[in-house]
């Protein structure tokens, strides 16, 4: 054949190996690739897509397309919790008070701590319900006081409040939807003590709380669901444990791709 073509036998033999060299070559860059991001994606609690891996590769000095990270997380086995179903929690009765939509759906914020939302949401424990109540900061969406429980009540309210390592006079609105575990006469105590004004959400409208049921359909899909606890201890140490990742490490796409802590600590601050 080298003959018929007019080519020298060595240039066959080169051009054959040189293409098994390059094939070799991308098989190795294939595996060291499918390494790092079996590594973020363990590294993150198996929830990253391959939007954030794409991003994380990135700050690694490697740029790959969200198809080929497609491509090798299938080939690996692994997928992101946000493929998995979840489930709906149940509604609580409504607050029939008069107080206003004061927020009205502007969630973007200047200043750190000015404004806080809350909401609670359903985790079964054993064969029973539970429950979690976050305090989330709008300006960093950074989870600044939580508390676990076994009822739905004002007082769940009132130990996240009491986790908040933070100055409250700082706070100048506090914004939830109108469950009546947030109608109780020390919760507004403690708003009036501090000088915080409060925001419900219109009723049954969970749009105006956005960012809280968004962080809870967070919670569930990257924590709860698929996970059993056996008591209220383990399910106060996973979530001790998840929101330190969450506040620290998990990227935010809102945040363009940094942590809560890291917006927080890069933003420019005031001069007094």
Same mark, same amino acid.
């Given at each position: 054949?080298?003959k =018929? ?7 066959? /033999?080169? %051009? ?13 860059e294939?595996? %060291?690739?499918? %390494?790092?991001?079996l ?7 198996? =929830? ?9 590769? $990135?700050?690694?000095?490697?740029? =790959? ?27 609580? &009765?409504?607050?029939? %008070? !008069? ?28 064969? /029973? ?8 900061d709008?300006?960093?969406?950074e ?14 309210v009132?130990r996240?409040?009491?986790? =908040?390592?933070?100055? $409250? ?26 000088g915080?004004?409060?925001?419900? !959400? ?16 967070? $919670? ?7 996970? &059993?606890?056996? !008591?209220?201890?383990? $399910?106060e ?20 791709? &940094?942590?809560?802590? !890291? ?10």
């Open positions: 054949m080298c =018929v073509l007019q080519i020298a036998r060595s240039t066959f /033999y080169y %051009e054959t190996e040189v293409a098994a060299q390059k094939e070799k070559e991308k098989a190795t294939e595996q %060291e690739l499918k %390494e790092k991001i590594k973020i994606f363990n590294e993150n609690r198996k =929830v990253y897509g391959t939007r954030k891996i794409k991003r994380e590769l $990135l700050k690694a000095g490697r740029k =790959v397309s969200r198809r080929r990270i497609g491509r090798l997380m299938k080939e690996l086995g692994i997928q992101s919790k946000y493929a998995q179903p979840s489930y709906k929690p149940m509604s609580s &009765q409504p607050n029939e %008070e !008069s107080v206003q939509n004061v927020l009205d759906q502007e969630f973007q914020v200047n200043e750190e701590m000015s404004v806080l939302v809350s909401d609670l949401t359903y985790v079964k424990v054993g064969h /029973y319900w539970n429950y979690v109540c976050f305090l989330i709008l300006y960093n969406r989870i600044v006081g939580y508390s676990v429980g076994k009822r739905k009540d004002a007082a769940l009132q996240a409040f009491a986790t =908040v390592n933070r100055p $409250l006079e700082n706070v100048k609105l506090f914004h939830t939807d109108r469950g009546s575990e947030f109608k109780n006469v020390a919760i507004d105590e403690l708003l009036s003590e501090n915080i004004e409060r925001s419900l !959400s219109d009723k049954g409208n969970p749009y105006d709380n956005a960012v809280a049921e968004a962080t809870f359909k967070i $919670l569930k899909t990257e924590l709860i669901n698929g996970e &059993q606890f056996h !008591s209220l201890n383990h $399910l140490l996973e979530l001790f444990d998840y929101i330190n990742w969450y506040n620290n490490i998990r990227s935010h796409s809102a945040l363009g791709y &940094q942590s809560p802590a !890291s917006y927080r600590n890069l933003a420019p601050k005031k001069i007094v």
